[in-house]
């Protein structure tokens, strides 16, 4: 039997997305944990997240988990959700700057006076409800999933990778900005594909099958 391992480092929605991988992946093993021998020895690794990056260093700090998550990212399949790909950079702005994992190259942007581009209008900071993702490329996670599907956000920054083909998703809030990459194992999106139905299950669903 497979094992998906939930990384508990004290942040993120982990009940919900426990509950969706259980839901789209009976013959699985889930396991919420902070354990490193449980991430390391699991088949695939989920990296939740949500709120403050600054936060969510210290506790991986705090909890020894930081070298773990670099090693699972490097080893097996790898999915980054919401706070997931941005921890997974280089640098965040957040709070005057804090540094990533430097898993990927890049930086976090904040938002900075997003408009609508018909109206002119200011769009709210964070970015909050659904919106649409357009695929860039065909990777394995996206299969059965319709092209500008809507998925989840909530969101004040987000992830500006230094190598654009890196991007496997781009989302439209005033203007297209990255909201899924990827590269060899890992896979990671701004959205929350626990809280998206059908697609966010579909995505789930294709991580817990995928072998790259």
């Known amino acids: 039997m497979t094992s998906i391992a939930i990384i508990d480092y004290g942040m993120g929605n982990l009940r919900s997305v426990a509950k969706a991988l259980e839901h789209v992946a009976p013959q699985a093993r889930v396991i919420v944990t902070q354990n490193r021998q449980d991430i390391l020895q699991a088949g695939r690794v989920v990296f939740p997240g949500q709120g403050s ?14 070298a773990v998550v670099r090693d ?45 581009p018909a109206s002119g209008e200011r769009l709210k900071v964070p970015h909050m409800g659904w919106n649409q993702v357009r695929q860039a490329g065909d990777h394995p996670l996206w299969r059965g999933i319709p092209q500008d599907s809507r998925f989840y956000f909530v969101h004040s920054y987000y992830p500006r ?7 496997v998703g781009w989302t439209r809030y005033g203007f297209e900005f990255a909201s899924a990459i990827a590269r060899d194992n890992i896979f990671a999106v701004q959205f929350h594909p ?19």
Do not use: Y
């Open 161 to 167: 990778p230094a190598d654009e083909t890196l991007v």
């Open 72 to 116: 699972a990212a490097l080893g097996k399949p790898f999915l980054g959700l919401c706070l997931g790909p941005q921890a997974l950079l280089e640098f965040s702005e957040e709070n005057d700057g804090v540094a990533g994992l430097g898993v990927l190259p890049g930086r976090v942007i904040r938002f900075s006076d997003p408009r609508d």
């Open 194 to 212: 626990e809280k998206s139905a059908q697609a966010g299950l579909r995505l789930l669903a294709n991580f817990a099958a995928w072998n790259p």
């Open 53 to 66: 990056i600054r936060d969510c260093m210290r506790e991986l700090a705090h909890w020894n988990l930081v």
